[in-house]
């Protein structure tokens, strides 16, 4: 079992950047292949991008790559996602995920273990 606490999110002016944590309970956090999933507002929760255990795997939406970046730190038991050049259609609630398995996957069902999410708003 481990619980995701998201933090970071706020308004920003489109072109700008943010910074968002996941605090993870739990000794096993490092098995763990962490994820950032979005949903806006009428839309489906898509994928953002996810790292494997190591962080020596990663995985990216094609609508933000080269504008997020996911890191984590297992000491810390703490997974990032760093958002620059944010533009008004990112807007939406950040989810983090957390999945037992090696595997770097995409889609919502393969996760077992959300966040309440944290709003991130980019002004146009």
């Known amino acids: 079992q481990v619980q995701l606490v998201e933090s970071g999110g706020g308004l920003?002016?489109?072109?700008?950047?943010?910074?968002?944590?996941?605090?993870?309970?739990?000794r096993t956090f490092s098995s763990y292949t962490m994820g950032w999933f979005r949903q806006a507002p009428g839309k489906e929760r898509e994928f953002v991008a996810a790292m494997n255990w190591s962080g020596g795997s990663t995985d990216y939406a094609?609508?933000?790559k080269g504008r997020f970046t996911i890191s984590r730190n297992n000491a810390a038991n703490t997974v990032y996602l760093q958002m620059n050049s944010l533009k008004p259609e990112d807007t939406a609630v950040y989810y983090c995920a957390a999945r037992v398995g090696l595997r770097v996957l995409s889609g919502v069902d393969e996760y077992d273990y959300w966040g309440q999410g944290t709003q991130v708003t980019v002004s146009s």
């Open 12 to 26: 920003v002016q489109a072109g700008g950047s943010l910074r968002l944590s996941c605090a993870a309970s739990g």
């Open 62 to 64: 094609d609508s933000v």
